[in-house]
């Protein structure tokens, strides 16, 4: 399967200061979703975006999906030490099977800096 | 909120040996299970699709038999690495879906095998 890509690969801010994220797709979706990953751990969804949904907002992040462009961002507010992780975004085609497989972007490693 | 088990967490092994991952659903019944590997600071690459009681679904350029994944019930699937070789040292997580087609895909907390 084809990955989407994410840039930045890596972005170091300072405590406090906002973190963007974006990542384009390369095929049509049903879902567009958010995932942290600390070091060494498993998967933490964060937010999950519908292909007839233009933004969403839960707590400090916001996400934007465009999908004449193929590509969403996600935004950190008020950025945290604790915010410091790999984030990746990743889509589905559908719920039926075969189309619900996730596919994940490149990812970008955020390091907030205290 | 739905819990998936993976174990063990990291695990040594000889080359030749086998090694086998469970993943068991704590709370739902995960119709379907998904299986990754990822290598250091890249990202997750599914490696198969099972549904319960059905055979996995590989993706292209995975080896069936070297990585064998079973689904037999509702609640666990189990990935076996045959015949491990050092190549095969990587990060592997697995992910659940339940019936109710909620939208969070949920996802054990990997294991990492290293192969010597």
């Known amino acids: 399967s084809q990955q989407g890509e994410e840039d930045p690969q890596a972005l170091s801010i300072q405590e406090g200061e906002n973190a963007t994220m974006n990542c384009s797709y390369k095929?049509?979706?049903?879902?567009l979703q958010w995932y942290r990953q600390n070091s060494g751990r498993g998967l933490v969804h964060l937010i999950l975006?519908?292909?007839?949904?233009r933004e969403k907002h839960s707590g400090r992040l916001r996400v934007t999906l465009d999908t004449s462009k193929k590509s969403s961002s996600l935004l950190i507010t008020a950025s945290r030490a604790a915010d410091t992780a790999s984030y990746f975004c990743?889509?589905?085609?559908?719920?039926?099977?075969?189309?619900?497989?996730?596919?994940f972007g490149t990812g970008t490693r955020l390091t907030i800096i205290p | 909120g739905a819990v998936v088990s993976q174990h063990p967490s990291w695990v040594i092994c000889k080359s030749g040996t086998s090694v086998k991952i469970e993943c068991r659903s704590l709370?739902?019944?995960?119709?379907?299970m998904f299986w990754y590997r990822q290598f250091p600071k890249q990202s997750l690459m599914l490696m198969a699709t099972?549904?319960?009681?059905?055979?996995?679904?590989?993706e292209q350029g995975v080896e069936k038999d070297k990585f064998l994944i079973n689904h037999a019930s509702l609640t666990l699937s189990t990935l076996t690495v045959t015949s491990a070789h050092p190549e095969d040292s990587s990060f592997y997580i697995c992910?659940?879906?339940?019936?109710?087609?909620?939208?969070?895909?949920?996802f054990g907390s990997g294991t990492r095998l290293t192969v010597v």
């Open positions: 992910s659940a879906r339940g019936m109710e087609g909620n939208y969070g895909y949920t």
């Open positions: 095929t049509s979706i049903n879902n």
């Open positions: 975006i519908r292909s007839n949904e």
């Open positions: 990743a889509t589905d085609a559908g719920w039926n099977f075969g189309n619900e497989k996730l596919t």
């Open positions: 709370d739902f019944q995960a119709t379907t």
């Open positions: 099972s549904n319960e009681g059905s055979k996995a679904t590989y």
